[in-house]
């Protein structure tokens, strides 16, 4: 029901920037909270943030700050602005939707296949 597209992402040096987006494409129902998450080798996936339909949003404590989550609800687009990037932000980056059939149903997670974040000097 909804397939996710990665772009952004690549090699940034200590400080620096990135821009991440996803675009979601929708047969039917709708899509409601959006977000990225990541990956590092040997570590468990981890939230970095989220949007909900209303433009309400959460952050990771690691990121607050430097990160910044948004959406476009009429494209079904989102993106993560990524400053100050740290070593520690390299990572297999994944956009995540949550799709329902109608506003009352139960959700369901879709993702992305992932997109490289390396920072590094």
């Known amino acids: 029901q909804v397939r996710l597209v990665e772009s952004g992402g690549g090699l940034a040096q200590p400080g620096g920037s990135l821009r991440l987006s996803c675009a979601a494409s929708v047969t039917e129902g709708i899509i409601n909270d959006m977000g990225w998450y990541r990956q590092a080798p040997g570590k468990q996936r981890e939230l970095v943030a989220q949007?909900?339909?209303?433009?309400?949003?959460n952050y990771a404590d690691s990121v607050k700050g430097r990160f910044t989550i948004s959406r476009d609800n009429a494209e079904n687009t989102v993106s993560l602005q990524m400053s100050s990037l740290r070593f520690e932000d390299t990572a297999l980056y994944h956009c995540n939707a949550e799709w329902s059939p109608g506003p009352l149903w139960g959700r369901r997670d879709f993702w992305g296949q992932g997109t490289q974040v390396t920072v590094s000097s």
């Open positions: 949007i909900t339909s209303d433009g309400n949003t």
